[in-house]
């Protein structure tokens, strides 16, 4: 099955996503898929959005977090780090790391 494809089938299934929602999902489920000809199975096409979707909205949800401690931070002005607030810059990577996982299926350095 090809991006385009899968695409269609996922407009025609959830009319109510946007564009955007629906090449994210769709590059999410061709990557975490080895075997994408498995997708024209309705069963196994629902179970592979349902894991996108479920991963999609809690790294989206630990990003939105991290932002806010970052944002936060950064009204604090210039001063010296705490050890907490190294954490946090360290906690922000790794979820960074782990965004850029879920688009490439490739292991982050984070």
Not at 42 to 51: G, P, V, Y
Not at 70 to 90: A, H, K, R, T, V
Request: proline content about 5%; charged content about 20%.
């Amino acid at each position: 099955m090809t991006c385009h494809e899968l695409a269609k089938r996922l407009q025609t299934l959830a009319p109510e996503l946007s564009p955007i929602d629906v090449a994210r999902l769709t590059l999410m489920i061709l990557t975490q898929t080895s075997d994408s000809d498995l997708l024209s199975n309705e069963s196994k096409l629902m179970s592979a959005w349902k894991n996108a979707s479920f991963r999609l909205e809690a790294a989206s949800d630990q990003h939105a977090a991290v932002a806010d401690e970052l944002d936060q931070l950064c009204g604090d002005g210039p001063i010296e780090f705490s050890p907490d607030q190294l954490w946090l810059l360290l906690r922000a990577v790794k979820i960074q790391g782990q965004l850029l996982e879920l688009y490439t299926d490739q292991p982050a350095l984070a």
